[in-house]
Structure formats: C-alpha cells, structure tokens
C-alpha cells in the first residue's frame, strides 16, 4: 500500500461502528490473526464497544483520529485510528488499530508520527504517553524503535471487567511507555 495517500480526520458518531468492528479485528479473535498485534492468546472478548468509541469522540480534551486510504477524507472505510488526550504538558496514545491486512506495511509507523506531529505543533506538548500490556514484547519492541522508553510505571489490568475482555492469564499489567518529543517528532 502506497502510505502517502492516507487521509486523516474526526471520528464522528457516525464512525462508531466502523471503529469498533476495526479494533476488534486488529486485536481479538480469528480475524486479528491475519496482523501481528492480536492479543488473541492472552485476551478474549471485546476489546471496545459502542459506549468507549463515543466516549471518546465526545471528551473535550479527546481526539478519536480515523484514517483512511487514498481520495478525499471521508470517502473510504477507515483502515486505522487512534486516541489523542490532551494531558497538561503531556498527551495519551490509545485506541490505536490498524487493520490486520495492512499491518507490517508502513501504516501504523505514519498513523503514529502523525499523531505526534498533531500533538506538538496543536497542542505544543513535550511527551507521548501510552500504556502496553507488559507482557507484549514484540508490540514494546516496536514502540521502543520509535523512540518510546519503557518506564517500569505498572498499572493492574482490570480482571473482573469484561469491557476490557476476558483475560487468558493472570499476569496481565499494563505499563507506561513515554517519548520526549520535539517539534521535528
């Protein structure tokens, strides 16, 4: 896939069930398999609903950014997003998906520094934070090649609540990655 012709936008209401259906595909079930960022051994279950896509496409300090493939933004099903947050000197990365068929072609690397270019020059923070499950070596590794640094910040992970899925392992935590960035990010 030719990156440069992606578009960048808002997610509106009207997104809401396309995201969902790309997240849960990026992530959980059979579906995810086909990309490298299934969690589908360690989580089952959802992974987002309705609900947690228009929470954040409501938050006033929240970006829900839906990328799409070549045209005119709108014009296509979304291929990707993310999670923008505006945190004081600071902004949170999450809900970010790629589809499965795409991953490994360049997509999430543009998603990614665009988002960091958004935050920077919109927002002029100095840090991107997220949070990864601890035990997503190749997912960290990633990040980590992208200038993230694990920060050993441990969070538990919410057993017990099945919006955030049905865990496979008892060991799950998520930690806090964080880059420094620069209005070059």
Do not use: N
Request: aromatic share 8%; with cysteine; proline share 4%.
């Amino acid at each position: 896939m030719d990156t440069a012709e992606l578009t960048y936008r808002d997610a509106t209401e009207a997104d809401i069930p396309a995201l969902v259906a790309l997240i849960e595909s990026a992530y959980r079930g059979e579906s995810s398999r086909a990309g490298w960022t299934t969690e589908a051994d360690i989580l089952q279950g959802q992974r987002t609903d309705p609900d947690g896509v228009r929470e954040v496409i409501a938050s006033s300090g929240s970006r829900l950014l839906v990328v799409e493939r070549g045209g005119e933004a709108g014009g296509g099903e979304p291929i990707a997003c993310c999670q923008l947050e505006h945190r004081g000197d600071a902004a949170y990365f999450g809900m970010f998906a790629v589809r499965p068929g795409l991953q490994g072609g360049g997509v999430g690397r543009r998603v990614l520094a665009e988002a960091e270019r958004y935050v920077t020059a919109e927002w002029g923070v100095r840090e991107m934070h997220m949070t990864v499950i601890s035990v997503r070596d190749d997912l960290i590794a990633w990040y980590e090649r992208r200038g993230y640094r694990r920060t050993g910040v441990m969070t538990p992970f919410p057993y017990g609540d099945e919006r955030f899925g049905l865990p496979q392992r008892d060991d799950l935590r998520f930690e806090l990655l964080v880059k420094e960035l620069t209005r070059d990010s």
